[in-house]
């Protein structure tokens, strides 16, 4: 069964709490900060990395040097858990679903709500990739094939077509119809 359901996050616009200041947690921010650097984020965690500290100083990131509590949910969208601690983890996430709060626990699938995703970017499209759990590394290698293989102009491409987009005049059914006969050439002849 593959039932994940892809969605594309206004982040910047959420506030995302990180549990965990180690490797993993670095990991997973890094992650977040990579498509989305304007995340407004609280990060807490007794011991918080140079790494991550460095970091806190050129995005909107506050510093918790403490254990988690549930009051760090306040106020909260979104939570990543990385403490590598089960006990931890199972305790955000038990908090979580009682206060209805998305949680992703980092390379712990059972408690996860949602599942982080590798992502490819060429200007303006963003492709994300999962494999429904099976394998990260492959998720990783196929985004890396990807990156490889997407050709830089794409970006003009995307651009004319939203400025044929915003010129075309007439209701919608003709400008879906209009869209699709102009993108007809990405379309294999075999097909
Ligand atoms: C895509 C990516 C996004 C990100 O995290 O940013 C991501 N993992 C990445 C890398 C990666 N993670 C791990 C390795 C080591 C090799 C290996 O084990 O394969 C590598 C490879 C590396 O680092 O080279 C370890 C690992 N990960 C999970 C488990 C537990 C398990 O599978 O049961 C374990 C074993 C832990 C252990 O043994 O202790 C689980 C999850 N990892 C996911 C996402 C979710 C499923 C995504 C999907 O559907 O494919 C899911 C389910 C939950 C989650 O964490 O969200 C990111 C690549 C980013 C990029 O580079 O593009
Ligand atoms: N590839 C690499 O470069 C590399 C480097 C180091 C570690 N690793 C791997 O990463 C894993 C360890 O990473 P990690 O991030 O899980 O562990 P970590 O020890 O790096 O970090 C654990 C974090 O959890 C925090 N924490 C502990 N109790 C907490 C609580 N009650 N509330 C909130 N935060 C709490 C700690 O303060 C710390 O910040 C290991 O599996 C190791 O093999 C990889």
């Known amino acids: 069964m593959n039932n994940l359901f892809p969605v594309f996050l206004k982040l910047e616009q959420m ?12 990991e997973k ?3 977040v900060l990579k498509n989305s650097p ?11 990395s140079s790494e991550i500290q460095q970091l806190a100083q050129k995005h909107k990131i506050e510093l918790l040097f403490e254990p988690y509590q549930r009051k760090h949910l306040d106020g909260k969208n979104l939570v ?51 494999t429904n759990g ?18 830089d102009s794409l970006q003009q ?3 004319n077509l939203q400025s044929i987009r915003n010129r075309l005049k007439g209701d919608f059914e003709y400008k879906v119809e209009k ?5 007809n050439v990405m ?4 097909n």
Do not use: H, W
Request: glycine share 6%; proline share 4%.
């Open 15 to 26: 506030q995302l709490l990180i549990v965990g200041g180690g490797y993993v947690g670095l």
């Open 29 to 31: 921010l890094e992650a």
């Open 38 to 48: 304007d995340t407004q984020i609280t990060l807490v965690a007794p011991d918080i």
């Open 80 to 130: 990543i858990v990385g403490t590598g601690l089960m006990e931890v983890s199972q305790q955000v996430q038990k908090d979580c679903r009682q206060a209805n709060i998305l949680v992703n626990v980092a390379d712990k699938p059972s408690l996860c709500d949602f599942y982080l995703s590798s992502t490819v970017k060429k200007g303006d499209l963003k492709i994300a990739i999962s």
């Open 134 to 151: 099976k394998s990260p590394t492959f998720a990783k290698r196929f985004r890396e094939i990807l990156e490889e293989i997407l050709p």
């Open 157 to 159: 491409t995307l651009d």
């Open 179 to 183: 869209l699709n006969e102009i993108t």
């Open 187 to 190: 379309k294999n002849d075999k």
